[in-house]
């Protein structure tokens, strides 16, 4: 299946996200409501193009394109934060819950999709059942506290191409405080629906995510281990 | 890539339209409410930064020396209607403009504080090559709230663009939050970002809300208590515009002033960055900086006592408090704001 076939387009702000539908729910009558897995794509990547070969997911599969990304809106002039991007996700879990609070998903991500992925968990964590983090581009971040991080405007011949050259710069140096990152895991154990609502599966670990890993409540384990955890 | 060879003024605005939704106050001949000493820049124009459409703002003879001004977070440079003729009396081009979503620059789809910085590196490029400087030379800054923190960080991050800085009221602290408990600080956040992520989910069809234009100043006069009604309403002329709604409804509720600002942003937020930073940077800065503090806490202003301030002031700088005056020390205080500033900046060159 290409990425294009099976797209809903979702309005977030002045952005048009694709949120791409990688496998249908079951329709059986006989199966109970199946839980959809969100994948959160990388700095730089796009949705892949069919339900990737780690995922071990018996229900539905979405994919979404992050602003500036893939067949999503690319914006003028820059901007970007990962607040803008849980925001996209946010959009997106909206649709997968038919906006019913009482309906949930799992949501993998790799790199920035991880640490996103760790945001959404923390801000809708009654509607997360389990944030998977895995390895992936934008995964690090940038500084943890005060620099001296400098500026410069691109040149007009790189602008409106996806991925958003803008969305790179940015987004590779974004400040990620450990202490910030950990306030989404307080959230999460305080909401979420799972007795461990994180599983951080990567090899890497940024500081933001060793702190995550440490914290309490959060499984640090392989990724076959994480998909039964939220089965 | 500038548009600085064709400058143009606003398009004629509807002054009977203007005049027939004034609410009696007489407005000059380009539909604004007069206050003494306040002008329209001499030169308005639009810039393309990076895709986007600014509007730049100019005071003062073209040749002059350029300096730069730079509003605040839900403000417009013609905020600085009083302040930057006086600045510009003193030999200066004075050059502002209204930030991304703010005034009449472009609505974007986003915005983020690195955004507004490399829009302020774009404005820096354009007032000194249209100076006729072909290379990057230091030229005064003058940052008022949001703008003097901005530019406060950029003084850290490129230095040799500031001849001299001048902060007004934009010296963040610490959130203004009073101490609470661990569990009482998750549940706030909790509701901040729940709160944050609703408005974003409604974000793309919001209007603002139009009012009158003295119904509007009065709302206004909310964030800004100490600033006079005339200088309020003003604002509403300046910074908003006239908007019909329904025309075959006498009592639409869309029809009226409403501010030009973007719709969908919104004060407060969260995020990782912490306003206490800003003074480390302080601390570091090369160049002469002048801090102009106001005495008075308003809603509007980051609420520093100002001997917080004093310990990371850099080595050649002095910071000047206002006894009385509130956060918009250039509006309440213009004549005394302006001359500190004029001493401070020297002989244009």
């Given at each position: 299946?290409?990425?294009?076939?099976?797209?809903?387009?979702?309005?977030?702000?002045?952005?048009?996200?694709?949120?791409?539908?990688?496998?249908?729910?079951?329709?059986?009558?006989?199966?109970?409501?199946?839980?959809?897995?969100?994948?959160?794509?990388?700095?730089?990547?796009?949705?892949?193009?069919?339900?990737?070969?780690?995922?071990?997911?018996?229900?539905?599969?979405?994919?979404?394109?992050?602003?500036?990304?893939?067949?999503?809106?690319?914006?003028?002039?820059?901007?970007?934060?990962?607040?803008?991007?849980?925001?996209?996700?946010?959009?997106?879990?909206?649709?997968?819950?038919?906006?019913?609070?009482?309906?949930?998903?799992?949501?993998?991500?790799?790199?920035?999709?991880?640490?996103?992925?760790?945001?959404?968990?923390?801000?809708?964590?009654?509607?997360?059942?389990?944030?998977?983090?895995?390895?992936?581009?934008?995964?690090?971040?940038?500084?943890?506290?005060?620099?001296?991080?400098?500026?410069?405007?691109?040149?007009?011949?790189?602008?409106?191409?996806?991925?958003?050259?803008?969305?790179?710069?940015?987004?590779?140096?974004?400040?990620?405080?450990?202490?910030?990152?950990?306030?989404?895991?307080?959230?999460?154990?305080?909401?979420?629906?799972?007795?461990?609502?994180?599983?951080?599966?990567?090899?890497?670990?940024?500081?933001?995510?060793?702190?995550?890993?440490?914290?309490?409540?959060?499984?640090?384990?392989?990724?076959?281990?994480?998909?039964?955890?939220?089965? | 890539?500038?548009?600085?060879?064709?400058?143009?003024?606003?398009?004629?605005?509807?002054?009977?339209?203007?005049?027939?939704?004034?609410?009696?106050?007489?407005?000059?001949?380009?539909?604004?409410?007069?206050?003494?000493?306040?002008?329209?820049?001499?030169?308005?124009?639009?810039?393309?930064?990076?895709?986007?459409?600014?509007?730049?703002?100019?005071?003062?003879?073209?040749?002059?020396?350029p300096m730069l001004l730079m509003?605040?977070?839900?403000?417009?440079?013609?905020?600085?209607?009083?302040?930057?003729?006086?600045?510009?009396?003193?030999?200066?081009?004075?050059v502002s403009?209204?930030?991304?979503?703010?005034?009449?620059?472009?609505?974007?789809?986003?915005?983020?504080?690195?955004?507004?910085?490399?829009?302020a590196?774009?404005i820096f490029?354009?007032a000194?090559?249209?100076?006729?400087?072909?290379?990057?030379?230091?030229i005064p800054v003058v940052?008022?709230?949001?703008?003097?923190?901005?530019m406060?960080?950029?003084?850290?991050?490129?230095?040799?663009?500031?001849?001299?800085?001048?902060?007004?009221?934009?010296?963040?602290?610490?959130?203004?939050?009073?101490?609470?408990?661990?569990?009482?600080?998750?549940?706030?956040?909790?509701?901040?970002?729940?709160?944050?992520?609703?408005?974003?989910?409604?974000?793309?069809?919001?209007?603002?809300?139009?009012?009158?234009?003295?119904?509007?100043?009065?709302?206004?006069?909310?964030?800004?208590?100490?600033?006079?009604?005339?200088?309020?309403?003003?604002?509403?002329?300046?910074?908003?515009?006239?908007?019909?709604?329904?025309?075959?409804?006498?009592?639409?509720?869309?029809?009226?002033?409403?501010?030009?600002?973007?719709?969908?942003?919104?004060?407060?937020?969260?995020?990782?960055?912490?306003?206490?930073?800003?003074?480390?940077?302080?601390?570091?800065?090369?160049?002469?900086?002048?801090?102009?503090?106001?005495?008075?806490?308003?809603?509007?202003?980051?609420?520093?006592?100002?001997?917080?301030?004093?310990?990371?002031?850099?080595?050649?700088?002095?910071?000047?408090?206002?006894?009385?005056?509130?956060?918009?020390?250039?509006?309440?205080?213009?004549?005394?704001?302006?001359?500190?500033?004029?001493?401070?900046?020297?002989?244009?060159?």
């Amino acid at each position: 299946m290409s990425v294009s076939e099976r797209v809903t387009w979702l309005r977030h702000n002045r952005v048009d996200l694709a949120l791409h539908e990688l496998r249908a729910a079951d329709a059986s009558p006989t199966r109970r409501a199946q839980r959809p897995l969100l994948i959160l794509h990388g700095l730089g990547e796009a949705t892949p193009a069919q339900v990737p070969s780690w995922v071990e997911w018996c229900g539905p599969v979405f994919g979404l394109d992050f602003t500036g990304h893939g067949q999503s809106t690319v914006p003028a002039g820059g901007g970007y934060s990962s607040e803008t991007l849980l925001a996209d996700a946010d959009h997106a879990l909206a649709e997968l819950t038919g906006d019913d609070a009482e309906r949930s998903i799992t949501v993998v991500g790799r790199g920035l999709g991880a640490y996103v992925a760790l945001q959404l968990a923390g801000a809708r964590a009654p509607q997360i059942h389990g944030a998977i983090l895995l390895d992936g581009p934008g995964l690090a971040g940038g500084a943890t506290g005060p620099s001296s991080m400098s500026y410069t405007p691109l040149p007009t011949s790189l602008v409106g191409q996806t991925p958003d050259q803008y969305g790179l710069i940015e987004l590779s140096r974004e400040l990620r405080p450990a202490d910030y990152a950990t306030s989404f895991v307080r959230l999460a154990n305080g909401g979420s629906p799972a007795a461990t609502p994180i599983a951080v599966c990567a090899t890497f670990r940024p500081m933001w995510l060793d702190a995550v890993a440490a914290a309490p409540g959060v499984a640090d384990v392989d990724l076959a281990d994480a998909w039964s955890l939220y089965a | 890539m500038f548009a600085y060879d064709r400058p143009v003024t606003s398009g004629a605005p509807d002054i009977e339209r203007r005049r027939a939704a004034a609410d009696g106050l007489d407005l000059d001949g380009h539909g604004e409410v007069p206050v003494p000493g306040a002008e329209r820049p001499a030169r308005s124009y639009d810039l393309e930064v990076g895709g986007l459409r600014l509007r730049v703002h100019e005071w003062g003879d073209p040749d002059a020396p350029p300096m730069l001004l730079m509003h605040g977070g839900f403000d417009f440079a013609r905020t600085f209607d009083g302040f930057a003729p006086r600045l510009a009396a003193g030999g200066w081009r004075v050059v502002s403009w209204d930030q991304r979503g703010h005034g009449e620059s472009e609505h974007a789809a986003l915005y983020s504080w690195d955004g507004d910085m490399r829009d302020a590196l774009a404005i820096f490029d354009h007032a000194i090559s249209t100076s006729g400087d072909e290379t990057t030379r230091p030229i005064p800054v003058v940052g008022h709230s949001k703008g003097g923190a901005l530019m406060t960080q950029l003084a850290d991050a490129q230095p040799h663009r500031f001849r001299c800085l001048v902060n007004m009221d934009g010296i963040p602290y610490k959130r203004n939050i009073p101490e609470m408990a661990e569990h009482e600080r998750t549940t706030m956040l909790a509701n901040d970002i729940a709160g944050w992520l609703d408005h974003r989910r409604a974000a793309g069809t919001k209007q603002r809300r139009p009012d009158t234009l003295t119904g509007l100043a009065t709302r206004r006069a909310r964030m800004n208590p100490r600033l006079p009604e005339l200088w309020l309403q003003r604002l509403v002329t300046t910074g908003g515009e006239l908007v019909d709604g329904d025309r075959t409804d006498p009592d639409s509720k869309d029809a009226g002033w409403r501010w030009r600002l973007d719709p969908s942003m919104r004060f407060g937020g969260f995020g990782p960055w912490r306003p206490e930073w800003m003074l480390l940077r302080l601390a570091g800065l090369p160049m002469p900086f002048l801090g102009v503090l106001g005495s008075e806490m308003e809603e509007m202003g980051w609420g520093t006592p100002p001997d917080k301030v004093a310990p990371y002031l850099p080595l050649d700088s002095r910071c000047e408090v206002l006894d009385g005056v509130g956060h918009f020390v250039h509006i309440e205080q213009p004549d005394l704001v302006a001359g500190m500033v004029l001493e401070f900046l020297g002989t244009p060159s």
